[in-house]
């Protein structure tokens, strides 16, 4: 009987894990649904933008800009983790299961290019630095990616508190 009831358990583990990706599989297909209606929209007003007697007057903008993160990214220093990367995501709950490759692997099929990943294992979380903006607002407006079963949050990285 003790088989039985192991194999029950596993049972109600694996159910329990096949709804959680079918939720994240939806959620994920309601975004890339609203995403092509985006661009639709987008490029039937950039079709009609065209038709009017006077082109209007271009503002020039300032070279100086922040990514998503709020980080200044004008900066040449490559080793600057502010700057490096660009697009720096948070990823937690992360257990020893889950390694570098695995992590950056189903990040990339879920979202995009990704440059780098850190991994800090005492704290259980990560960060990964996605290559393009694109890539980096999927991964945070989605807020979880499925690694090896195990369901990891994906959120944009806040910065740090000035200590006093």
């Not at 007697?53 to 709020?70: E, L, V």
């Not at 900066?75 to 570098?100: L, V």
């Not at 607002?137 to 690694?147: D, I």
């Amino acid at each position: 009987m003790n088989v039985n009831e192991k194999s029950c358990r596993n049972c109600v583990v694996l159910k329990a894990q096949l709804e959680q990706q079918e939720a994240i599989v939806a959620k994920y297909l309601k975004i890339v649904q609203s995403q092509s209606e985006l661009i639709q929209d987008l490029q039937n007003k950039s079709s009609t933008v065209g038709t009017s007697p006077k082109p209007s007057p271009r503002r020039q903008y300032s070279t100086n800009y922040t990514n998503y993160n709020g980080w200044d990214t004008t900066s040449n220093d490559p080793n600057n983790k502010k700057t490096r990367g660009g697009y720096r995501a948070f990823i937690g709950s992360i257990t020893s299961e889950i390694d570098k490759d695995s992590l950056k692997r189903c990040l990339e099929d879920s979202f995009g290019k990704v440059d780098s990943i850190d991994i800090i294992t005492s704290k259980a979380c990560a960060f990964a630095d996605f290559a393009s903006p694109t890539a980096y607002h999927n991964a945070v407006s989605e807020g979880a990616v499925l690694v090896n079963g195990i369901a990891l949050s994906v959120e944009r990285v806040r910065r740090p508190k000035p200590r006093k």
